[in-house]
């Protein structure tokens, strides 16, 4: 593997394997497990596919898991009231809405009647609020792998200038107040952004997330720049690219993140990861 590579795959693994580990020693001592419920509305083929992947993994670590498809035309009345036995079903500890849902129902809506505590997707503005003043909570899955793979790769953050690009509630806005907790500099940009490219070119660090393919070029990154792509893209060819520019980014950066193999599996390891925790406070 190429040393610049920020290898998610690996450090997942490493992460996962202590999960299975706690998850053990606990199952020891209460009998009990963790359990997550994935709750997915209608037929999105990579939705179907992503909660595929996350019942994978729990099965792997040894958590309990359960799925609910509900058809296209569930009312949101009907996902209310299964959101609210979830809420309180013991053996359940996080619940993981899959977006995006279908467009007759209320996306904000639903995302606020989950539980705070059982908040594992960091959504909830309960835990969005306490990420912003600092205070513990469900940290958002993909910017919390990002922070976990710099910290794998003893990675400096404090004093960095970090470029954000994106400013989603689920990456860009969470990234860029978990590297301000780190103690970086941090810009987040935007498509309104002016002079994107100089801005990109200030940055130790470039989070992107922005859905776009290949949108960052060499020519936008500084020499021995750290680059994290979050983006997921599938080209007409079917194959699928980040947000940055790979194969000539590689050679000027100092760190990149691959994708498939970035931050890609780090996302679902640290919904693992909230889920433990979950399940840690409600037996403590
Ligand atoms: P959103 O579509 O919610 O947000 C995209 C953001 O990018 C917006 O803030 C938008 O700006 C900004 N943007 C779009 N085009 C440009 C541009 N040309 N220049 C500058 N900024 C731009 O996306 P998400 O945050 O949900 O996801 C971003 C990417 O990350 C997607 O490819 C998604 O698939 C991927 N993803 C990957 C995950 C993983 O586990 N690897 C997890 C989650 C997402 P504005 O606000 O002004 O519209």
């Known amino acids: 593997m190429d040393k610049k ?28 497990v963790p359990g997550l419920a994935a709750v997915l509305v209608g037929e999105d083929g990579p939705s179907q596919i992503y909660v595929r992947n996350k019942r994978k993994a729990c099965e792997n670590v040894g958590i309990y898991s359960e799925e609910h498809k509900l058809p296209e035309n569930t009312t949101e009345n009907h996902l209310l009231s299964l959101i609210n036995k979830l809420n309180n079903q013991e053996n359940i500890n996080g619940i993981l809405i899959q977006l995006p849902l279908p467009d007759h129902i209320d996306e904000t809506k639903i995302l606020n009647s989950v539980n705070p505590d059982k908040d594992v997707d960091g959504f909830h503005p309960v835990n969005a609020g306490n990420l912003f003043e600092g205070k513990p909570s469900f940290i958002a899955c993909t910017p919390h792998g990002i922070i976990k793979m710099l910290e794998h ?35 987040i940009c935007h498509s309104r952004t002016k002079n994107l490219e100089s801005v990109l070119k200030e940055a130790d660090i470039v989070v ?43 050679s000027k950066c100092s760190m990149i993140t691959p994708v498939p193999g970035g931050v890609g599996p780090m996302t679902i390891t640290m919904l693992l990861w909230n889920t433990l925790e979950s399940f840690k406070k409600s037996i403590a």
């Open 5 to 32: 590579i920020i290898d998610g795959k690996l450090v997942s693994e490493k992460i996962r394997g202590q999960i299975k580990d706690h998850v053990d020693e606990l199952k020891n001592q209460t009998s009990a």
């Open 153 to 187: 790769y003893d990675l400096e953050i404090e004093g960095k200038n970090a470029v954000v690009l994106g400013r989603s509630n689920i990456v860009g806005k969470p990234a860029s107040m978990l590297l301000l907790q780190k103690n970086a500099t941090v810009t």
């Open 208 to 250: 992107a997330a922005i859905g776009r393919a290949n949108f960052v070029k060499s020519s936008m990154v500084k020499e021995g720049a750290v680059v994290i792509d979050v983006g997921i893209n599938r080209l007409d060819s079917g194959k699928l690219v980040g947000d940055v520019d790979y194969e000539n980014v590689i």
